[in-house]
């Protein structure tokens, strides 16, 4: 049987106001496959048992809008902005950088972790300099059980078949029964924390790098300028924003300007003196 209306409208109403993730009408049986476990796991026959739980319940929530996010995601996941970090970006950065010799890099929406290893991976094979550098990667997600499993650093062969070649395979990782964990030297480098991004963000340092991707797709414009106009506040001079492969700021009122590259493109803020048309 298929969820009841009701139901449906309020776990439509608890994601957009708690996550700011969009549901559009038409998901339903998404919202029954993301939820028929957690109704399992307390007891529930039905779904709908669950979502009256919810005032009842509060610590329900979490667990409710949790499992509403999408955590697709993979080791250097559209492969083209690491190539332009590694040959690009980085060296450009180590220039400006380099009387201050550090580096903060954030990846605003981590899901499980790949992405930011894969930072660290570019940055330890890439580039041994910054051994003598304070480089933090921040990697933040609002849901506490992704980051989770980010921490653990063990993923399946499928998941380090998706972006990792064999060399990085045995030069970063061993073999943890079915499992490939991530050396210590590389999931050091990673600082994992909740944040949401509508809400109140903690104090967060001013970032060289940003990754925001691949999230906003959940977000409606509104959202999206709101976040993007706190995160222009994050983002130091010189520094980069990456979104994913199908985002842009196209219809959003914005302070970032798109930079080109051959085959990729990031944003940065736009500076009032800044010689770099402002493109969407
Ligand atoms: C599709 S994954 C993207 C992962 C990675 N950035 C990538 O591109 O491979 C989207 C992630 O955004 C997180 N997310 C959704 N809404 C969020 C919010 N309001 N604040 C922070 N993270 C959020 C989800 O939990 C999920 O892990």
């Given amino acids: 049987m298929s969820l009841e209306q009701a139901a449906f409208e309020r776990v439509q109403r608890l994601v957009y106001s708690l996550a700011g993730i969009v549901l559009e009408n038409g998901k339903e ?48 996941r559209d492969h083209r902005p690491f190539e332009l970090i590694r040959t690009k970006i980085m060296p450009e950065l180590l220039l400006k950088r380099e009387e201050r010799r550090t580096l903060d890099i954030w990846c605003a929406a981590c899901s499980s972790g790949q992405e930011p290893y894969s930072v660290a991976m570019l940055l330890h094979d890439n580039f041994p300099e910054l051994a003598s550098w304070r480089v933090r990667i921040l990697a933040t997600d609002i849901s506490s059980a992704i980051l989770e499993r ?13 972006g990792l070649g064999a060399a990085q395979l045995v030069k970063h990782f061993h073999r943890e029964g079915l499992q490939w964990e991530l050396k210590p ?85 736009a500076s009032p003196s800044s010689n770099i048309a402002a493109r969407p």
């Fill in 29 to 76: 049986y998404l919202v029954e496959a993301r939820l028929a476990p957690i109704a399992k796991t307390h007891g529930f026959t039905r779904i709908e048992e669950l979502i009256a739980q919810l005032d009842i319940k509060p610590d329900l929530i979490a667990q409710v809008v949790e499992a509403m996010t999408t955590n697709e995601t993979s080791f250097f």
């Fill in 150 to 162: 980010a921490r653990c650093a063990r993923f399946s062969q499928l998941e380090v078949n998706r």
């Fill in 185 to 269: 030297e590389l999931r050091n480098m990673v600082n994992f924390t909740q944040l949401n991004l509508i809400a109140n963000w903690p104090i967060l340092p001013t970032f060289d790098l940003v990754f925001l991707r691949n999230v906003m797709i959940y977000f409606d414009v509104e959202t999206k300028r709101k976040v993007l106009a706190k995160l222009s506040e994050r983002v130091a001079q010189g520094g980069y924003i990456f979104l994913g492969g199908g985002e842009s700021t196209l219809n959003i009122d914005t302070n970032l300007e798109r930079v080109e590259f051959e085959n990729s493109a990031c944003y940065r803020v």
